[in-house]
């Protein structure tokens, strides 16, 4: 018996690490989200995106202005977009290209999400990064190179390419990344949970490559009763847009299910764009509700393409930082 109590002491250890690595953003309480990609920037500045242009917005982005905005208003950290289906990447990815074949690339030269990183580090910020979980789907070239079908099918060859993407990803960031919200698991059942690779296990050890405690969350669509998907991921993905009709069954210290409480709306008429759709006094009590069963409450804001978020958005994201802070 000696033998292996040790080793039973260690693994319920690790087991607890594991249940535990997203207890952060209880603490947090809230976040800031943006979408800062080309053809989103093409309809709300009008801005014509070619790999040229593309490169000039990357370079140009002051990661120290929006991370000083997401601290000053009392967030405690920031969901930022990889890239979504114009193919456009604000980050290097030698394997994303060696597989799709782009000659010029169409991820930036600059590495943004590192830069980002780094600068909401240096204020006690953490960075969540988002990426679709499938091929960019106004891209066709990449779609037909990843062999990426929409819809309910396996995917395997895809889903190994895909691995491979997000791998070199993880390890290029290694800490500078925080955790990760993976978008679009609609059809988790033929994808992802099945008993061998590439699964839902795999999916998430590709995302911690870089950096082990880095948590993880699955979006399998708009749930208004919050909850997990799988065991593989560390909190709730929690995407809806109706908020007063979310409803949180059985939490407990901050979980559902063993899984970190967490929800994500937008402050705009769209994701990503439009006026605040919502009071003052709306946003706050929706905030208050999910912080009340110890989850955390990320609101998307619209941002520039100079990379900062337009000012009505910061006026709201002040008052959201007050109340959860007073």
Not at 138 to 154: F, I
Not at 176 to 203: H, L, Q
Request: charged residues 20%.
């Amino acid at each position: 018996m000696k033998c292996y109590i040790p080793l039973l002491l260690i693994l319920l250890s690790i087991n607890v690490k594991a249940q535990d690595k997203a207890a952060w953003m209880k603490q947090a309480k809230f976040g800031v989200m943006t979408h800062y990609l080309p053809d989103w920037l093409s309809q709300t500045e009008n801005i014509n995106v070619n790999i040229t242009k593309w490169n000039e917005l990357i370079d140009s982005f002051n990661v120290n202005t929006l991370a000083d905005e997401v601290k000053s208003v009392g967030a405690g950290y920031m969901i930022f977009t990889i890239g979504q289906n114009s193919g456009f990447y604000d980050a290097p990815n030698a394997t994303y290209d060696r597989l799709v074949g782009n000659n010029p690339s169409k991820c930036s030269k600059r590495d943004l999400i590192a830069d980002l990183g780094a600068a909401l580090h240096n204020r006690g910020l953490k960075l969540i990064v988002y990426l679709p979980s499938g091929a960019p789907n106004g891209d066709q070239v990449a779609k037909n190179a990843l062999e990426w079908q929409n819809g309910p099918h396996p995917n395997k060859e895809f889903q190994s390419k895909w691995e491979q993407i997000i791998r070199e990803w993880s390890v290029r960031w290694g800490d500078k990344v925080d955790g990760w919200w993976f978008d679009g698991c609609y059809w988790p059942n033929i994808m992802y949970r099945t008993e061998s690779a590439p699964n839902f296990k795999s999916f998430a050890d590709a995302a911690r490559a870089g950096n082990p405690n880095s948590i993880v969350a699955f979006n399998m669509g708009v749930f208004y009763r919050l909850t997990s998907g799988t065991p593989y991921e560390d909190y709730i993905a929690g995407e809806i847009n109706k908020d007063d009709m979310v409803s949180i069954n059985h939490p407990y210290d901050g979980k559902i299910d063993g899984v970190q409480i967490h929800a994500l709306s937008n402050l705009g008429e769209k994701w990503g764009m439009g006026n605040p759709r919502f009071t003052v006094e709306q946003i706050v009590g929706y905030t208050k509700k999910i912080n009340d069963a110890g989850g955390a409450m990320t609101w998307d804001a619209p941002i520039q393409s100079n990379g900062e978020i337009y000012p009505a958005f910061i006026t709201q994201l002040i008052a959201i930082g007050k109340s959860v802070h007073q």
